[in-house]
């Protein structure tokens, strides 16, 4: 019998990696989990991703469309007259009352590039991205500096479990567009 056509198989892998890092995190992905979580034959997670390395990147390729889909819907960077900084808490704000356990992914398929170096050009590009968007309302280096400081912001939420505040976001995001704000 041939080989069964199945041009969904790679997505259904990547889906099931990130629901088992949704459920076990990095530690309990490998390729004999996600096979058994997407329902495919071990082989196919090997064949589709040679390593593990290379599903994290996928995943975290796809895991970071999270963040750049809310900022991509966002009016902020339509009008330069408009308060960047209020827009930008604004919109960390949306995705945090999105579903939290997507954000907490999100960030632990990120962090992961500390202990992975094959995530870390995944992860630089997340951040250059969200800086190019923003240099639409300001310069190359205050955009890097307020990706920092987002992620410093989230980062903080998640780790301590506390609430997002979106007019503290607001308050330390226009010090760095306004000096002295």
Same mark, same amino acid.
């Given at each position: 019998?041939?080989?069964?056509?199945?041009?969904?198989?790679? =997505?259904?892998?990547?889906?099931?990696?990130?629901?088992?890092?949704?459920? !076990?995190?990095?530690?309990?992905?490998?390729?004999?989990?996600?096979?058994? $979580?997407?329902?495919?034959?071990?082989?196919?997670?090997?064949?589709?991703? !040679?390593?593990?390395? $290379?599903? *994290?990147?996928?995943?975290?390729? =796809?895991?970071?469309?999270?963040?750049? !889909?809310?900022?991509?819907?966002?009016?902020?960077?339509?009008?330069?007259?408009?308060?960047?900084?209020?827009? +930008?808490?604004?919109?960390?704000?949306?995705?945090?009352?999105?579903?939290?356990?997507?954000?907490?992914?999100?960030?632990? +398929?990120? *962090?992961?590039?500390?202990?992975?170096?094959? *995530?870390?050009?995944?992860?630089?590009?997340?951040?250059?991205?969200?800086? /190019?968007?923003?240099?639409?309302?300001? /310069?190359?280096?205050?955009?890097?500096?307020?990706?920092?400081?987002? /992620?410093?912001?989230?980062? =903080?939420?998640?780790?301590?479990?506390?609430?997002?505040? $979106?007019?503290?976001?607001?308050?330390?995001?226009?010090?760095?567009?306004?000096?002295?704000?």
């Amino acid at each position: 019998m041939g080989r069964r056509y199945d041009p969904e198989r790679r =997505q259904r892998i990547i889906d099931a990696a990130i629901r088992v890092v949704g459920a !076990k995190g990095i530690a309990g992905l490998s390729h004999r989990s996600v096979a058994a $979580e997407a329902d495919v034959p071990l082989g196919s997670t090997t064949y589709h991703f !040679k390593t593990l390395d $290379e599903l *994290l990147v996928a995943a975290l390729r =796809q895991s970071n469309e999270g963040f750049a !889909k809310v900022m991509a819907a966002s009016d902020v960077f339509e009008d330069p007259a408009a308060d960047l900084a209020a827009g +930008l808490a604004r919109l960390l704000g949306e995705w945090f009352a999105g579903e939290r356990s997507g954000v907490e992914l999100e960030y632990e +398929l990120y *962090l992961a590039a500390l202990r992975r170096p094959a *995530l870390r050009p995944v992860a630089a590009e997340w951040c250059q991205g969200l800086a /190019d968007v923003l240099v639409l309302r300001t /310069d190359a280096v205050t955009a890097c500096a307020l990706v920092a400081l987002m /992620d410093g912001i989230s980062l =903080q939420v998640l780790l301590t479990g506390g609430e997002y505040d $979106e007019e503290y976001a607001r308050c330390m995001l226009a010090r760095l567009l306004v000096p002295g704000a």
